[in-house]
């Protein structure tokens, strides 16, 4: 009978979580875990990401690296959420989040050379637990789960973090890695960035659902929205995930709900799909300025200092190309070298072959 | 003039003109017309219900389209790269290549997967393989991939049309620097025909895809006289064509960027060792890629098949 199928209507969107406020009429609030130090530091940590982000779109101007993954606009995400770990917790990035490394002390060369297409760009994971950055959409959410699932399993105390957008919850290895990390227990959050574009497809055309942290009920986990914009926000909502990780009461999803500021990358042309005003809009309240103002009315931010953080980072930058611009052409023997442990001689055949061909080449 | 991924773009809106059941679904193909212009005007011509911008998701992409079939439609899935269609594999293999079987043949399943694939266009890791074998090697799919905008728009026409599933590689590296002729209006290229690139009596180079041009500029610097045969299809395959052009000149190279072990040129260098042994004068060599994962982009160059490598080859099977 048609009656006895009514489904309950949709929960009501969750409320957007906001810490910082406008300077006006919404007051600002407080987040725990954070001194005044712990605030600046916070503060240095986006403005080296914005400066790595800006400064990158230059050089890919100059031709000095090639498509580019701009992130303009969500320093608070990913600030905001690694800002909320420690040490000994892993982070796991995509493209977007591609110099989210910077937080754990990776030099910019490491990172600017992954985009120049130089194996200098690829890094030790352990390193400082930050994995590989993930080009497919989605399928490093598995991966995070089983690395905190794994974590449990040896007793230790870390955490995992997972990066995607809003488009990667509309594949099936989101939803089998939310699912395994839920039935595991896993210690992971699982943060979207929902900037409400995947390329040229827009969030509504991706999903039915009100909000993308609805999704977690069917998984059995807290969903969580927060303004992605606000990095005490991100890094309030990150820090109650961590707590409820390390407790053994498994995963979060945290949405935070933001807008994509720039092109999909360097390839892409907005505006054939894009309203540019509401782009103008959205980067008129974007997050660097809105934690400036709030570290100003607290007294924490000088000019003093919010110059120094931009200089340091802008110096940490010039560095960073000059260091990757003077990396030697890779060994093209690099092509066999790291693939296996144990190459099969027919390609270890090959790579003579080809090696001697090269050398004649030269000569 | 067009250049090859215009020739698809004219292709799809033949076919779509032609038969009003055949739909154009994948990532960023309607408002976008696709990251590489592919579908472009497609939204626009025919509505949005048969140029859709679908959910981030290969495997419902292709999935959907199995049950669009069943439908009467005949889907045309975009697969945005080479490496991004690996999701839809579970969807091809379990269900694509074996639905009609499933039905003792009853009903069709008329779907195209089409995808720019191949290397050489410095950029970041996974977009740039080439996987035609693992298509190939499922059975119940055909598997087509120009090197001209001519066959570009021929092979795909021959695809839609087909009653089986096919997909069809496009070789992104020369998207837009292949220039060439293209019929107006309706233009098909079947399936399982070879075309003969480039005449020559000594020895033959077989390739595909971009590998063409390799082997055409390899043959222009040779010594022997190169005849060089573009597949256009790999499933089916022209045997015809192979074994006549090898049983003139009695030696055959194969070029293909993919990695070698079990790749396609193996199943061509098969194919002349069962049926053209007689004919042959040497080994049948394959320059292609290697057994590891596609480099990143600094030192692709080495690990593609290039004229010089092509020419190594020949010389070794010249000199045999
Ligand atoms: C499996 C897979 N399919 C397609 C792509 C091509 N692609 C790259 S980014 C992107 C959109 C991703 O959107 P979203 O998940 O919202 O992340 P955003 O780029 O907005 O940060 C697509 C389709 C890919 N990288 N991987
Ligand atoms: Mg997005």
Known sequence: MRASMRVEPSPAMPELRRVIGDGEGHPDGEVTGLDDAGLLALHRSMVLLRTYDERSLTYHRQGRIGTYAIFWGTEAIQAGSVHALDEVDWVFPSYRESAIGLLRGMAPATILAWWRGHPAGWWDPRERRVASICVPIATHVPHAAGLAWGLRLRGERGCAVCYFGDGATSEGAFHEGANFAAVMDAPLVLLCNNNQWAISTPLAAQTRAAALADKAAGYGMPGVRVDGGDVLAVYDATRQAVERARAGEGPTLIEAVTYRMAPHATADDPSLYIDEARVEEERRSECVARYEGYLRRRGLLTDELAEAARADALAAMREGIAAAEALPAPDPALVFDTAYADPPAQLVAERAELLRLLSEDGR | ?320
């Open chain 2, 1 to 320: 003039m067009k250049t090859l991924v215009e020739a698809v773009n004219d292709g799809l809106h033949t076919e779509m003109e032609r038969d009003p059941s055949v739909m154009v679904m994948g990532e960023d193909v309607g408002i976008l017309g696709g990251v590489f212009r592919a579908t472009a005007g497609l939204r626009e011509r025919f509505g949005s219900d048969r140029c859709v911008d679908t959910p981030l998701a290969e495997a419902g992409i292709l999935g959907t389209a199995v049950g669009l079939a069943m439908a009467g439609f005949r889907p045309v899935c975009e697969m945005q790269y080479d490496a991004f269609s690996y999701p839809c594999l579970d969807q091809l293999i379990c269900h694509v290549g074996r639905y009609r079987w499933r039905t003792g043949g009853a009903m069709e399943f008329p779907i195209t997967v089409r995808m720019p694939y191949g290397g050489r266009v410095r950029a970041p890791e996974l977009h740039d393989d080439s996987p035609e074998a693992y298509y190939v090697h499922t059975p119940g799919i055909k598997v087509a991939i120009p090197s001209t905008p001519a066959d570009a728009k021929g092979l795909l026409a021959a695809a839609i049309r087909d009653a089986d599933p096919v997909v069809v590689l496009e070789p992104k590296l020369i998207y837009r620097t292949a220039r060439g002729e293209v019929p107006e209006g309706e233009h098909v290229v079947p399936l399982g025909s070879a075309r003969v690139a480039r005449q020559g009596t000594d020895v033959t180079v077989v390739a595909y895809g971009a590998m063409v041009a390799v082997a055409e500029a390899a043959a222009e610097r040779a010594d022997a006289s190169v005849e060089v045969l573009d597949l256009r299809s790999l499933k089916p395959l022209d045997e015809g064509a192979l074994l006549e052009s090898v049983g003139k000149t009695g030696r055959a190279v194969v070029v293909a960027e993919a990695p070698r072990v079990a790749g396609f040129a193996a199943e061509v260098a098969a194919v002349l060792a069962e049926k053209a042994i007689l004919d042959l004068r040497g080994p049948v060599v394959r320059v292609t890629g290697y057994d590891v994962p596609y480099p990143y982009w600094t030192i692709e160059d080495a690990y593609l098949p290039s004229p010089e490598r092509v020419l190594a080859a020949l010389d070794k099977v010249m000199a045999f």
